[in-house]
């Protein structure tokens, strides 16, 4: 594996990282969250509190596919990671377009849908999708998929933080209003 195979790896690792802190860290109650935003249907909502351990497991599987070089495993749960992504991402857009900057239950429950929010979901699809195909080809050794990891929890924290920022830059200019 050479470094054009680990720098994919590396963002296609964020989403999976991400996804398993969501799950970790998430506090709040998120079905009261989805169901505030009034999108989805009653029987839908219900399901609301599997998404975490739900998204938890896929971000896991992807990370243990990886750093164990099981491919078939890879291959299914960045498919899974792949769709919820872009699952998200079409709910923040339509939630951002009919309520607006409310807070989306994303990471916290107080940082609120935003442009900056769906592009990241849309990017993190992208960028998840080529493990579902088998890319990069999983013939490194431990140590360059342990680096891969590495950077993935780095792009991460920076990709937090970034969105953090974000928002504060956004509640900012709308208080400025």
């Not at 998200?88 to 935003?114: H, Q």
């Amino acid at each position: 594996m050479t470094v054009y195979d680990t720098l994919p790896a590396c963002f296609a690792l964020t989403g999976a990282v991400l996804l398993v802190v969501a799950a970790v860290s998430r506090r709040g109650d998120l079905t009261a969250v989805i169901k505030a935003h009034g999108l989805l249907p009653a029987f839908s909502v219900r399901l609301a509190p599997l998404i975490g351990p739900a998204e938890g497991l896929a971000g896991a599987a992807v990370l243990a596919g990886w750093v164990s070089g099981e491919a078939v495993l890879l291959r299914f749960a960045a498919a899974a990671v792949a769709l919820w992504y872009l699952a998200l991402a079409g709910y923040l857009a339509v939630l951002l377009r009919r309520k607006g900057r409310v807070p989306c239950g994303c990471l916290d429950e107080t940082s609120p849908a935003s442009p900056v929010k769906v592009g990241r979901a849309v990017l993190l699809a992208l960028a998840t999708a080529p493990f579902a195909v088998g890319w990069p080809p999983m013939q490194a050794e431990m140590s360059a998929r342990l680096i891969a990891c590495g950077l993935a929890v780095f792009t991460a924290g920076f990709l937090i933080v970034a969105g953090k920022v974000a928002d504060l830059r956004g509640t900012s200019v709308a208080h400025e209003q």
